[in-house]
């Protein structure tokens, strides 16, 4: 009885009111602290209280509000252009499986583009515009829907195919009856976590030369020594990304019977099958990706004196005279990040499959921690990211924590879900031995988490790339991420490039990595899920 | 007015920019004929380009011909690239960032001067001041890493050990030398300590250029097709720009309301502008513009400034500025 409750969890259940109180209770319990702590340390410039927010928004709200619309705007272009492509790219690789491995390639690859460096380089393309906000935008949105939604077009039961068959249908039969919806709860999940994704993109599209909206608004108060302008912009921002989440959701549940899935990627199952054409994807989406790159430049026309093509990044890094010099400084750049990198990750990772196995056992909690969790994952970095090393400082606590608060939400989240799925038999098996909560999770929940686990894991890489170059780049000016806005403000363009392709390139490889692992944890543990 | 215009101009960039950056890249000869130019500013709007902003709402621009746009900058948004591209005509850099861009193979010279001091300073707190380099000693200042050859410089020319100040790699912020975690900060005489003003808190700067650290600032650039084939477009460019600063300097209160009035999304505070456009004037303004003009340079400052250029580790020559365009503005 007790198993099956658990495994229910996610829907609403009886104590839902009392925990709906806990919630506010928490909530309102946590402006308090925030209101008194604020207050003591009103010296120091770093803390603004809940009640000075209030104040200045009220007073600047027109300011706001405009600044609002503008970047709400673009992050809608954005996340319409981005999920656009991320479906036309999924009907790309359903229509044509062949493909499937190499268009997911190019997207994570593209994906892994740090926008430190892209920023830049888009400004120079677009010229005067809002073209760099909305195309960072889209490209902060279109992976997290893609992927989904390649999972959810074959979410569908086999035995429903066999269905479609036997009344004499095609394909196109299958594709509408079967694929479409059997992939839509897949569809809603990336639509909802894309839209914060596509407002963090807007906001750093303005940090590229943009006359108004919240990024600006932003560097204006840290650099005018503005708290409550800091800490309301970032509220306003952290708040509109964490609407756009929940609305989403509830229009999600208008038009499904569950809640969307929280889990937005499949178990790395796929290369199992021959572990040759892994190599042969990946040669393919390299050299795809040269070509691209080579082609775009030709088609446009770019001026070589910050166009680099893959032949000069080639040069730079092997071939010049100062190549040498140019590999130590990209060197000494991606260790100092790694220093702050890999803590935060693994950090991330652990508190948050942890804080999940800990609501797992003690389960009275997990109602206000939950919708906390998926609310907060919602933030948007650039906004935190000053503020966390505010509070925390600029040597390697603050950004440590940042990438580690990045990681742990997702983590949480899938880690939480996975351990619910455990098969509601299994664990009635274990309840009628009289085996206790700890010996069930270690035993069935544990197992039946991990391929969640990994795909939060893989996912996180990414984003903790993302989150480490953000601070460095705003914060703390060390590593890789302040190489790179310094090349790019330098004229030092070899340099931004090669950067560029580095980061790209290690990113991607360390999803790949968390991939391998995967397979070979899950072949043990779980050779269910690697079907 | 000018914000429809800029407007259309955003719009036009979304939805054609591929379109744009080709016909952009095309050439100037196409902009010329509708003499569309566009200044690209070193940063956010503020009154620190106030002078511009008084050219574009007198007229004098569109008088002598010219549609102009000011593009903004930001913390992620070089200057040199657009110029290059020819997307704007004329950018803000400064001598060391234009030096670093023509290392790199950028074709640009110096038009004009707008900061004639160099605006970095050592700012810090009255009860632990920093007055002259030799204070520097024992102290710990705030500072992007990426300034270091700045501070280097700086050590350099006063004969100051630099192994003795203690480098916090910090952004630009004024918190971390009101929380104690810095004795002092490397930033420009016109923001963080304006910031520090505008909250009630004094603070001493010690403004390097008066310590032999001679950079020129806010300087004007352009390539050198466009010095040689938009020669008009440049003048009329520049001569708006003189005009203006000139304007700027009689009235610094009323320029910083200009800022404002035009800027109103860009989140500025009136006060702040105000002591940031009275606090630029010294900078801007010298014995050298008084006899020459605004923006003037000589063969001496030319020379200061490639010395120390060289400390930080810039070779350059004295034909990297061409006071031309300037001559013409100011003989005309």
Known sequence: ?531 | MTPDRLTRRRLLGTGAAALGAGVLGLGPRRLHAQSNVALQLSWLHSSQFAGSYIAMDRGWWSEAGLDVSLLPGGPNAPVEPPVVSGTALVGISAADYTAAAVEEGAPFKILGVAMQKNPFVVASLPDNPVNEPADLVGKRIGMALANTPVLQALCTLNDVDMNEIDIIPTQYSAQPLLAGEVDCLLCWETDLPVAMAIQGIDSVTMLMADHGYAVHSQTYIATNDSIANRRADLVALMSGEVRGWEAYRQDTDAAAELTIEMYPDAGLDLETQKLQAARQVPLMFSDLTESNGFGWWTDDTVAANIETLALLGRTVTPDLWDRSILEEVHGA
């Open chain 1, 1 to 531: 009885m007790t198993g099956l409750s658990l495994v229910h969890a996610g829907r609403p259940a009886r104590g839902m009111t009392a925990r709906g109180y806990g919630a506010w209770l928490g909530v309102l319990g946590l402006l308090l602290v925030w209101e008194a702590l604020a207050h003591v340390v009103s010296g120091a410039f770093v803390l603004a209280a809940p009640t000075e927010i209030l104040a200045y928004l009220v007073e600047d709200r027109g300011l706001v509000t405009r600044a609002l619309g503008v970047t709400l705007g673009n992050a809608a272009l954005g996340y319409v252009f981005g999920n656009l492509a991320a479906i036309a790219l999924a009907a790309l690789a359903l229509l044509w499986p062949r493909s499937e491995r190499i268009v997911t390639g190019l997207a994570l690859l593209v994906y892994c583009l740090p926008l430190v460096a892209t920023g830049p380089i888009l400004r120079v393309l677009f010229g005067p515009g809002a073209g760099p906000q909305i195309t960072l935008a889209a490209l902060a949105v279109y992976y997290t829907t893609l992927i989904p939604l390649l999972v959810g077009l074959r979410a569908a039961p086999a035995g429903w195919f066999d269905l479609v068959r036997s009344y004499g249908r095609g394909r196109w039969s299958e594709l509408v009856h079967v694929r479409l919806m059997a992939s839509l709860p897949y569809l809603f999940a990336g639509l909802q976590i894309a839209a914060p994704a596509a407002f963090l993109g807007a906001m750093v599209g303005e940090f590229t030369g943009a006359e108004r909206g919240l990024g600006v608004l932003t560097v204006r108060a840290i650099r005018a020594l503005d708290v409550d302008m800091t800490w309301g912009v970032a509220t306003v921002a952290t708040a509109v990304a964490i609407l756009a989440y929940v609305g989403l959701g509830m229009i999600a549940r208008r038009f499904l019977r569950d809640a969307p899935p929280v889990i937005l990627a499949a178990p790395a199952s796929d290369t199992v099958r021959d572990s040759g054409s892994g190599w042969k994807a990946a040669i393919g989406v390299t050299v795809i990706a040269l070509a691209g790159w080579a082609l775009a430049f030709w088609v446009f026309d770019l001026n070589p004196f910050f166009a680099k093509g893959p032949m000069d990044v080639l040069d730079a890094l092997l071939l010049a005279e100062d190549a040498g010099a140019t590999r130590g400084t990209l060197a000494v750049a991606l260790s100092e990040t790694a220093v702050y990198l890999l803590p935060g990750y693994f950090a991330g990772l652990a508190a948050g499959a942890g804080l999940a196995m800990l609501l797992v056992l003690v389960p009275v909690i997990a109602g206000t921690a939950m919708p906390l969790a998926i609310a907060l994952r919602s933030v948007p970095i650039v906004t935190t990211a000053p503020l966390v090393v505010l509070l925390l400082g600029r040597g390697a606590t603050g950004t440590i924590v940042l990438v580690a608060v990045m990681v742990f939400f997702p983590t949480f989240v899938a880690c939480l879900h996975g351990l619910r799925q455990a098969p509601g038999q299994v664990l009635d098996v274990f309840d009628s031995f009289a085996a206790g909560p700890v010996s069930r999770l270690v035993r069935v929940r544990i197992p039946a988490m991990l391929p969640a686990f990994f795909a939060a894991a893989r996912m996180a890489v990414p984003a903790s790339v993302l989150a480490v170059t953000v601070v460095e780049w705003l914060a703390t000016g060390a590593g890789i991420g302040s190489l790179m806005a310094m090349s790019a403000s330098l004229s030092d363009f070899d340099m931004l490039w090669s950067s560029v392709v580095l980061v790209a390139a290690i990113s991607a490889l360390g999803y790949a990595l968390v991939g391998s692992v995967e397979r070979r944890i899950l072949r043990v543990y779980a050779p269910e899920q690697l079907t």
